[in-house]
């Protein structure tokens, strides 16, 4: 592969940013705002200061994490779209070891982590049979146990895990279960390195060991992989559980990593949706886990930015969340489009 060839999507993204600023401005400037102002509000609420860094990359973990679900999926030719349900079973998982049950500091958090890796897994895993047995869409059924588990876990939480005289949220976990706050004041904490190692981990697995490349082939050219004798069944089942691993911890990472609650809201209202963001940090991200990484401090700068430029360039709320999707899907645009590609293709 050539230096060109290796650049392109370097090229492209940057090309997608200045267009997808270029509409935000003209958006913002129709409805009377200053957009240089607001953009630099923007830039220095997400990266002005070491406090405005560290919320971004809180910001950045949990759709760190569950654009790794989708990007292994797409790795795979699937189109696992489950992460948000998942991540719902994970954030569940979390509550139950780390704030219903209690272990000795130390092995507690690495339980609770499990825990929420294991729940991912089995939320994940239930589709993926469905595929592999009765040839059942994963889009249609990932979408299904979405609504599935958020009601289900909704239940659990009021329930069966509500926090006694605090019905608007479950069980808090217990300080021996809770990752190290790395800045006083901040809500980022040491889960953002076992993200970013997942990540990392997800790096080697797809590129460095034979079950990565069997999975990969199987995404690139179902019928070569037949034919070479790889079992799509096989790296149906992969891609799933690895996936559930990831969404999974995006779900513990906001109850125990993400203070000041350490808990999970009754609405699920600290993790609605960062499973569908984590779709467009995959798209950025070019379904590469390296990618992912750095997608994901970019959404997670503009969720932080979001608030500076709001409050002090006075943009409304809705158009913030407006600009914010413009510039989002200027970027996801690229590798959606490289996809539709490859599905026609096959």
């Known amino acids: ?55 971004t990359l809180a910001f950045a ?33 979390a509550v139950i070891v780390g704030g219903a049950l209690n272990f000795p500091p130390g092995l507690h958090l690495v339980f609770t982590t499990l825990m929420s890796a294991f729940m ?18 994963e889009v249609v059924s990932t979408i299904m146990f979405n609504w599935i588990g958020f009601w289900l876990v909704i239940y659990l939480v009021v329930y069966q895990f509500a926090e006694p005289g605090r019905a608007e949220r479950s069980l808090p976990v217990l300080p021996s279960a809770r990752y190290g706050v790395l800045l006083e004041g901040s809500t980022l904490t040491t889960i953002i390195f076992v993200a970013v190692a997942l990540c990392l981990l997800f790096y080697f697995i797809l590129w460095g060991t034979k079950m990565g490349y069997e999975l990969r082939v199987m995404g690139a050219n179902p019928d070569a992989a037949k034919y070479a004798g790889i079992k799509p069944w096989r790296t149906t089942l992969l891609a799933f559980i690895l996936g559930g691993i990831a969404a999974g911890l995006a779900g513990g990472s906001q109850v125990m990593g993400r203070p000041p609650a350490w808990s999970l809201y009754a609405t699920l209202g600290n993790v609605v949706g960062l499973g569908f963001d984590g779709l467009s940090v995959a798209l950025i991200g070019r379904n590469h886990p390296i990618g992912v990484i750095f997608a994901s401090i970019f959404l997670g700068a503009l969720s932080q930015g979001s608030r500076t430029m ?16 413009i510039i989002i899907l200027a970027l996801s645009v690229p ?9 026609r293709k096959k």
Do not use: D
């Not at 759709?63 to 797409?74: I, K, S």
């Not at 030719?77 to 998982?93: K, P």
């Not at 590798?335 to 599905?343: G, V």
């Open 120 to 137: 991912g897994v089995l939320w994940a895993v239930i589709p993926a049979l469905l595929k592999i047995s009765r040839g059942v869409h």
């Open 61 to 93: 973990v949990p759709v760190m994490l569950t654009g790794l679900t989708f990007a292994v999926g797409v790795r795979a030719g699937l189109f696992n779209i489950g992460a948000e349900g998942q991540m719902y079973l994970g954030a569940l998982g």
């Open 310 to 325: 709001q409050y002090y360039a006075g943009v409304y709320f809705e158009l913030v969340r407006a600009i914010s999707g």
């Open 1 to 55: 592969m050539n230096l060109s060839a290796k650049s392109e999507p370097i090229t492209q993204s940057f090309f997608a940013i200045v267009i997808g600023l270029f509409i935000g401005a003209i958006l913002m400037a129709a409805f009377g705002y200053n957009p240089i102002y607001a953009y630099a509000m923007l830039l220095y609420g997400a990266f002005g200061g070491v406090p405005e860094i560290m919320e």
């Open 335 to 343: 590798e959606a489009l490289a996809i539709f590609r490859r599905w």
